[in-house]
Structures are given as C-alpha cells and as structure tokens.
C-alpha cells in the first residue's frame, strides 16, 4: 500500500516530462513549418514578380519594335518632293490615317518637316502647327541618326492626357536633316499589358521613361503620372546605377511609400538602338503578402497552444482519474473482500437452499439449509446425482430447462417437487443459471404456497359454504357439455332449482340453521347425479343441475322426481330441531329449447317460475312451443282469454324478445333503445285498454290494478339506465320477469272477471277500444 504512491508519483513526473520533451519538438516542427511556409511565399512571390517583369519586357519590346518597323515605313514612303505635291500628300495622309486606325496604340502619327512644323497627320487639327520647342521634336534634330530609335519622356498633350513619343529622323537626298517621322503612344495598350501581368490585386505594375518620368501605373487612380523616379535613394536610381538589365528589390517604395518585393526590367533592346530606355516595374505588398503569413502563423500558434493546453490538461485529467481509478480499485478490491465475506455469510445462514452442481448433476457446494430443511448433506449427492431426487414427473421439466441452459439459455424459474430425506416430496421454486460448465441453483420451499394456491382456486371456482362449483364454474361447464352435445349429436338438459320455505327457515331459526339447510341440500344434490353430470350454486338458495348426454325428457323428469323426494326429507339442526324445504324444478332441454346458452337458461328459468306460480314443490318442463326464442317464450298458461289483451301480451313479448336479441349480439345503444322505446309505449298503451275495460266492466279491483300499472312504468323507467351497464342475460331476466308476473298475478284474474260478465261484449269492447286507438 505505501509504495503504489510513490511508484505512481515517478511515473507520473516521467509523464510531464515526456509531454514537456514532446512539446518543445512540436513546437519546432510548428516553428519551422511556419518559415518554411514564409520562405515558400517569398520564394513564389518573387519568382512570379521576375517572371512577370522579363514578360512585360518582352512584350513591351515587341510593341517598340512593330512601332520602329512602322516608322520606317512611313519613312520609306515619303518619295522626293511628296511634301510638294497635293497627291503626294493626300497619300501620305491617307497612309497614316490608315496606320493610326490599324494599331490601337497609336494616338497620332505626323510628319514634322524640318523646321518642326506638322506637314502630314492622322489628326488634320495638327497640320500647319509647330511643335518645335517639344523634346521629342529638339532631340532627334539635335542629334539625327537615321538608325537611331528616339523614344521622348512622358509628356502632357494639349488634351490633357499623358503620352509618349516614338520616332525617326527623316534625311534628305544630300544626308541633311529633313525633319522626324514620329508616333505618340496611347498609355492604354500599355495599360492592358501590365494588368495582365498582375496576379492578384495586391500586385502593382509601373512602366517609366529611363530619365525617371512614370508613364503608366496600375492600378490606375495612384497620383503617379508625370512623376519623377529617378533621385537618390529610390529604387529606379539604384537599378539603374547598378547597370544589371534586372534587378529585384526589398524596400519601401517611394512612390507610393510602401514596403514592397518589386522586380524591374530595363526594355532597351539591341536592334532597337532606343536613344533612351523604358524601365518596367512590378511589385507586391509586403503587408499584403505576409497578411495570409501572418494568418498562418497565427492559426498555427493558436493550434499549438490549444494542442499544449489540451495535451497537458488530458495529461492532468487522465492522472487525476488514474489516481482515483487507484483509490478506487483498492476500495473495490477492499469491498470485494468483504462482500466474499457477506456472501460466505450470506450462504451460510440463508433459508433457501443454495448449491453448486456440474451439468451432470455431481454436486461441488451446498449450503447447510439443505441438510437443515430437508436432511441432505454434500456427502449424500456423491453417489447419486442431484437430479435424480426430483419428482418423476417432473424429471422431463428440468432436463428440458438443463439443456436449454447448456445450450447457452439464460437463467430459468419453475417449480419442481423435490424429495426430502424421510420420502416426501416438497414443492420447490427453483432458479437456474449455467457459467463455466456449471449449475448456479437457488430454490425457496414454496409447498404451503402452492397448497394455498391450490386451496385459493378452488375457492374461486366454488360456493364457500356449499362446495359446490359456482356461477363461473358452471358456465364453463355449461358451455362444454353443450359443445360436446352439439359434436356428438346428443341431448343434455339443465334444471334450475330454487328452495321453497327457505326464508322462513332463516327467519324462525337463524342464518346458521339456513347455512346448513343449504350444505344439506348440497350434498344431497350431489349424491344424486353422475360424475359427469354438474350441480351448481347460484347464490341465495338457487342450485342449477347439468345432465350430460340425457336421452330423452323423460330421463329429465326422472332426476327432478328424485331432486323433489330428496330435498323433502327432513334436515336436522341443532338442538334437535328438524327443518323441510320443498323445490321448485325448471328445466329445459338442449337443443328442444334452444341452440345457444341463453336459450336452455332462460328456458329453464322461465319453467322454474312457472313451478313457483303453480304452487311450488313441483317441476315444470319448458314450453315447447319456444325453440330458439330470444327473450320472453310466451306459453298457452299466460293467455288470459281476452283477444285485446292476449295480442297486446303477444306485442309485448315479441318487443322484449327483440330487445333481448339486441342486448345479446352486442348492437349500437341507439338500436337497444329503440326497441326500449317502443316497449314503453306500447306498454303504456296496453295498460291504458286494461283500464278502460276494468272501468267499462267495474272490475272491483281496478285500483290495485291501476297502481300496479304505474309500478310497472316506473320500474321501466328506472331499467333504461341500465340497458348499456347490465349483462345481456341479466337484463333480459329482469324484462321477463317485469312482464310475466304482471300478467299471472294480475292479468290473469282480469280475464277471467271479464270472461265472466261476457265474452260477446268484451269482443265488442275491444273493437271499439282498438278503433279509438
């Protein structure tokens, strides 16, 4: 532990002295690379000058020499006595006008007799005139030499612009001086060229006379015309002391005072014989030039700065974070020591059981609950492998899970039973994993779970007092036994079965003596049908029993005959006590009552209501009138034998029905409440014939019949709420029961009051009744 600090503290300092050793050579290699590229640019720069300066030279020669080929030719023209002849002249004048107009740098051309006076030009305004105070007139006559190229300094014509004279002396028969064949050049040609020399705008470009006048500077606007160059110190004077034809300097221009890389040329060639010279110069800004440099060099400090500043706070921050992945590896390694220590503890003391075992079963660790739960040392396994003491059913399961795992599977849960040292087998929830060829396992006794579990289903698929299946149960059952008897083309019946007297045993002896009424009843359903066969509890004291496969009504019957002697013995209580209930018995029969669940239910239903109507403790087989109906089976026992009132009965359950399919197959609220709506009116209507016949007749309990009547409405009303809340099945029941028990318990007892004061005048009634409506 004392020696990592000090170890790390000189690698550490051999680090910084790496990257100080690494810096300095970047920086050198930055430094150079920087002269090298200010060498480079220097380099170029005056390479492009030189090369640009002897083009100019060239080129500008080539004009001077087209211009002295041009001289002499016109020289060449002037035939003895031209100047006295009037054709003579007109030829010559047309000649040079000609002349003037072919070359784009002329401005004039004129023939100056001896005397200095304009004798012939391009330009009539300058005929007859005298130009014989002009050097480029004095020169020539001063000093005529025939070969000899007079070349002017720049000078201010009369229009105001600057120009430059070249020309030759023109000799008489005798030799004399006869006077000088000249051409004033405009600066434009001249112009062009050194423009197209000029690379980039930073670039200027000079072309001066060799006594120093400027003749042309590019770019234009500079206050240089006319401008003499050539006075000590400048760089024109020195070029020209120098005597070299190129010259190429490093200073400040006077001319335009600034610091420039300037390459002259003297144009002056030989076969031209120039009685003076002409001096190109071309030049580049040094503050222009070293702009980009200076650019350059920046950007190239900056990057080294940001990569030193980078590089050292990378250096920084990445020792920093090796110190702390240090502290930290020896804090984890330090924790890793303790969490081996918690987990050994952990193993040891744990609940569950907890092992390590090859593939093949061969056990290499166990931790001590699995001797202390269920009696097994280490030692036990040598012999026999551990899978070899799961449940043998459950042998497949995990040889399945094992094999997933060898293949690479992840960890797996399942439950297992696992048999315990004294033979029996507990339920163990187990969790696998494999690493490295090996079997990580975790598994937790779960045996009082899984009883519970066991215990919590049945108790959600069974009455809890009775132990009968419930509801739920029941209409799974239901629907299998109708699917098998839909298959196997046979019958199957269902009979609902609802306690008489039951309330009364509750109310005399108490809900205790009640609950073992029902666990009596239970039982002795039970004990009367087959394996196959169900009996159910619905709630309260409804029972519902299923036959399978039932041959014909009368097997139906038979059952119902044994249910009513079987629930009419006594049931003891306590204290001695006895109680007696009786049944009433409903069944129906699939598919004679129906083709679907609904059906043979409210079929069955229907008939066990009828039971309680005939004065209980009996069954009732469902009409057969009714296959397939959707709500309400409207048999011969609900006609009351009044014709208005049996076909508005009729109008009514066939509503009901409709409304019923409606509620079944799940159609839009608006379709389910326009069946509703039409149910409230007609019933509405029917009560309102039943009225006026009980006040035609004076039924004596009109009253009572009255109220019952706006019971019935507002129990209707009360129902629409409900229609979109309520099951199908539940809701058609609440519509059969609201309609059919009006018309038992009340309706019928009308019909017979109002068959017996007349059949004839209740027809004729209810043809009058019908006609008003």
Avoid at 387 to 406: Q, T
Avoid at 518 to 531: F, I, P
Avoid at 573 to 594: C, E, H, K, M, Q
């Amino acid at each position: 532990m004392g020696k990592t600090p000090r170890i790390f503290f000189r690698s550490y300092s051999q680090e910084w002295l790496l990257f100080a050793v690494a810096s300095f050579v970047l920086g050198v290699m930055f430094a150079y690379m920087v002269y090298f590229r200010h060498e480079s640019i220097m380099d170029r720069e005056k390479d492009q000058l030189v090369r640009a300066a002897a083009v100019a030279e060239v080129m500008i020669g080539d004009q001077l020499g087209k211009i002295r080929i041009t001289l002499d030719n016109i020289r060449a023209s002037l035939g003895p006595g031209w100047e006295h002849s009037d054709y003579g002249k007109l030829f010559v004048k047309d000649r040079l006008r000609i002349l003037a107009s072919a070359m784009t740098s002329v401005r004039t051309v004129s023939v100056f007799d001896a005397h200095g006076t304009v004798i012939a030009s391009n330009q009539e305004h300058l005929i007859g005139q005298s130009f014989a105070f002009r050097d480029y007139f004095r020169v020539p006559a001063a000093n005529p030499q025939p070969d000899t190229l007079y070349v002017s300094p720049p000078f201010e014509s009369t229009s105001g612009d600057w120009l430059i004279a070249v020309s030759k002396v023109v000799v008489g028969a005798d030799g004399e001086f006869a006077g000088v064949v000249l051409i004033s050049l405009d600066p434009q040609d001249f112009r062009l060229t050194l423009n197209a020399l000029r690379d980039t705008p930073q670039t200027w470009a000079a072309l001066a006379h060799g006594e120093g006048t400027v003749f042309v500077w590019e770019p234009d606007g500079r206050e240089s015309k006319g401008m003499n160059l050539d006075w000590p110190g400048t760089l024109f004077s020195q070029h020209l002391q120098s005597g070299n034809t190129a010259s190429f300097f490093m200073d400040i221009v006077k001319a335009n005072a600034e610091r420039s890389m300037v390459a002259l040329h003297t144009v002056q060639p030989e076969k031209l014989r120039m009685n003076s010279a002409l001096v190109i110069a071309i030049g580049y800004s040094l503050d222009a030039l070293y702009e980009d440099w200076r650019g350059y060099a920046a950007y190239h400090i900056v990057v080294y700065v940001l990569m030193i500043i980078f590089g050292g706070a990378v250096l920084y921050m990445t020792q920093r974070a090796r110190r702390a992945a240090s502290r930290e590896t020896e804090k984890a390694e330090e924790q890793l020591r303790d969490l081996s220590a918690q987990l050994n503890s952990f193993f040891e003391i744990t609940p569950n059981f907890l092992g390590i075992v090859t593939l093949d079963g061969a056990c290499r660790r166990l931790n001590p609950s699995w001797e202390r739960e269920l009696g097994y040392g280490a030692a036990d396994f040598d012999s026999t492998p551990l899978f070899e003491y799961f449940h043998p059913d459950d042998r497949g399961l995990v040889a399945s899970v094992i094999e997933e795992l060898r293949n690479g599977g992840k960890a797996r849960s399942f439950v297992a039973r696992f048999r315990h040292k004294n033979g029996q087998y507990r339920h163990l929830e187990w969790s696998l994993a494999a690493r490295y060829d090996l079997l990580f396992l975790a598994a937790l006794d779960v045996t009082e779970r899984v009883a519970e579990n066991v215990h919590l289903q049945m108790m959600a698929y069974h009455d809890r007092l009775t132990g009968l299946p419930n509801r739920v149960l029941f209409f799974d059952r239901l629907k299998q036994v109708l699917a098998t008897a839909r298959r196997g083309q046979k019958k199957a019946a269902v009979m609902f079965i609802d306690l008489d007297g039951f309330k009364y045993i509750n109310d005399t002896h108490g809900h205790d003596a009640g609950d073992k009424v029902l666990q009596a009843v239970a039982k002795r359903l039970a004990d009367l049908v087959r394996q196959a066969d169900t009996v159910a509890r619905l709630g309260g004291d409804e029972f519902v029993m299923l036959l399978h496969e039932v041959g014909s009504q009368d097997d139906a019957t038979l059952v119902a005959r044994k249910v009513l002697a079987a629930v009419a013995e006594d049931i003891p209580l306590d204290l001695g006590n006895t109680a007696r209930v009786g049944a009433s018995i409903g069944i129906s029969l699939w598919p004679d009552n129906g083709t679907c669940v609904d059906d043979v239910l409210v079929a069955a239903d229907m008939a066990m209501y009828l039971s309680k109507k005939k004065g209980k403790n009996c069954f009732t087989m469902a009409s057969a009138g009714c296959p397939g109906h959707d709500g309400v089976c409207f048999g011969d026992e609900y006609h009351v034998g009044v014709n208005v009132i049996d076909s508005q009965h009729l109008e009514l359950a066939a509503i009901v029905s409709s409304l019923s399919k409606a509620l079944r197959d799940g159609e839009e609220i608006t379709v389910v409440t326009g069946f509703f709506n039409e149910l409230r009116t007609s019933t509405a209507h029917h009560f309102a014939t039943e009225h006026e016949l009980m006040v035609h007749y004076a039924y004596p309990e009109r009253r009572a019949h009255d109220e019952k009547h706006r019971i019935l409405l507002r129990e209707l009303r009360e129902m629409e709420p409900e229609l979109s809340k309520e099951g199908a099945l539940f809701m058609t029941d609440r519509l059969r029961t609201w309609l059919l028990e009006h018309i038992l318990e009340q309706d019928l007892s009308l019909g017979e009051f109002l068959k017996s004061v007349g059949a004839a005048a209740s027809a004729s009634f209810a043809e009058s009744t019908s006609e008003k409506s």
